[in-house]
């Protein structure tokens, strides 16, 4: 059900990206007050509701990017620090900012282009949260130089992991039309295109154009 106060076009951006920032900040690794994340892609859509979300929790947040002019997206996004990972190590960068071993959980949905710096970044005991793969799939990973080195936990969710049962879709989606409604986060519709123009919007996604969600309206 979506509230009378969220319109059509917001529920059609947010239900999706909602429910899964609802899950990773909530159920895949309960953020608390005081962390330390770091976030990858943190200009997209997602970055959008899930940075600020963070934020109203208490984290404090790293976010990187692959190009200059999606810096300032995402420190409007939320993100207390920004690394464009095309132009910096985003290891070294991170070390300088929180010290090595430093960081409570990485929300990485790039995959293979960030999964080693991922794995390095985190404290021990720390949480690598990998939902989604960008950039290319992570097929192997090395207990022994992954996982045993720091005592790490590592997950690879997906939205049906997570709204298995009708309650929890029902619970999730309540979070995060409940979450827009106190402000948590705000949504900007980045693009609006006409049903004539779905070929260029999938063009625009692809070639990774878009800085924010996008609508097609009939």
Not at 10 to 36: F, M, Q, V, W
Not at 64 to 88: F, R
Not at 171 to 188: C, N, R, T
């Amino acid at each position: 059900p979506v509230p009378d106060e969220v319109s059509d076009e917001i529920a059609s951006c947010i239900t999706l990206k909602g429910i899964t920032a609802e899950y990773l900040l909530h159920r895949a690794y309960p953020l608390k007050k005081g962390d330390k994340i770091l976030y990858h892609a943190a200009a997209g859509a997602l970055g959008q509701i899930l940075c600020p979300w963070a934020n109203s929790i208490g984290a404090e947040i790293i976010g990187t990017v692959g190009s200059k002019d999606k810096e300032e997206i995402a420190k409007k996004n939320g993100c207390h620090y920004v690394i464009n990972y095309t132009e910096k190590n985003f290891v070294e960068e991170v070390e300088k900012i929180v010290g090595k071993n430093g960081i409570d959980v990485v929300y990485d949905g790039v995959g293979l282009k960030t999964f080693e710096g991922s794995i390095e970044v985190l404290k021990i005991r720390g949480m690598m949260v990998a939902f989604g793969n960008a950039s290319g799939y992570v097929n192997t990973i090395d207990v022994k130089k992954h996982i045993n080195a720091k005592g790490l936990f590592f997950t690879r969710p997906s939205i049906a992991h997570y709204t298995v049962k009708r309650k929890e879709l029902l619970d999730s989606a309540k979070k995060v039309f409940d979450a827009v409604l106190s402000g948590k986060f705000k949504i900007e519709i980045s693009k609006k295109y006409s049903l004539d123009e779905v070929k260029q919007a999938h063009k625009d996604l692809e070639g990774r154009l878009l800085t924010g969600p996008a609508i097609i309206k009939p």
